[in-house]
């Protein structure tokens, strides 16, 4: 995809945040929790005032719901900063160890992208200086998964949302202060 051109598809999309997620960590040195959306206005994003704690992340994957079924959105991505920890070759993970407080986590931008009927993410290995500085992103082995599950995932509803449902929703949104004009425009990366 071109700079600057409008993402078309869920792959475009994904390049698009992709960029984004490198241009946040080279002006930045981490990348704001943020979501983009592909509606029939164009491109649609909302990054959240905070995500300190767990509520803050609940509410930010329910405003990202809203948005779609408001805006119409036919893909998404959330982009994201976290820890991961992965398996040994034959081994399993403790499921009550968390991944950032492991010893051997490795930190990396997910890109977490839905369209209807599919689901695409990309994990972009976090490779710092040695004074902690952005590197760059380094090759990602982590296989594509069939799906993700938890609060970040299955932001896309299932079926279009009628023009009814898309007024609740906006409603609700500028309510919670998000009105249309908030959610549009041309990201600063682009």
């Known amino acids: 995809m071109k700079r ?3 993402p078309t598809s869920l792959d475009d999309l994904l390049a698009r945040a992709e960029h984004y997620a490198e241009f946040s960590m080279r002006q930045m040195g981490r990348v ?89 993410q990309k994990f972009l290995p976090i490779i710092r200086t040695d004074a902690g500085g952005f590197f760059g992103f380094g090759e990602s082995d982590v296989p594509q998964f069939d799906s993700l599950q938890g609060r970040f995932a299955e932001i896309l509803p299932p079926h279009p949302a009628t023009k009814e449902r898309q007024a609740q929703a906006r409603l609700q949104l500028h309510a919670m202060g998000i009105p249309d004009s908030a959610l549009q425009g041309d990201p600063r990366w682009s």
């Open 4 to 6: 600057g051109q409008i």
């Open 32 to 120: 704001p929790p943020t979501f983009l959306a592909l509606c029939p206005s164009g491109l649609t994003f909302y990054l959240p005032e905070a995500m300190g704690d767990e509520r803050a992340k609940d509410n930010f994957a329910h405003t990202a719901r809203l948005i779609c079924l408001a805006h119409d959105a036919s893909a998404v991505v959330m982009i994201l900063e976290a820890w991961m920890k992965l398996a040994a070759p034959g081994e399993t993970l403790d499921p009550k160890e968390r991944p950032s407080e492991a010893i051997d986590r490795r930190e990396v931008v997910v890109l977490a992208g839905e369209a209807r009927g599919t689901q695409k």
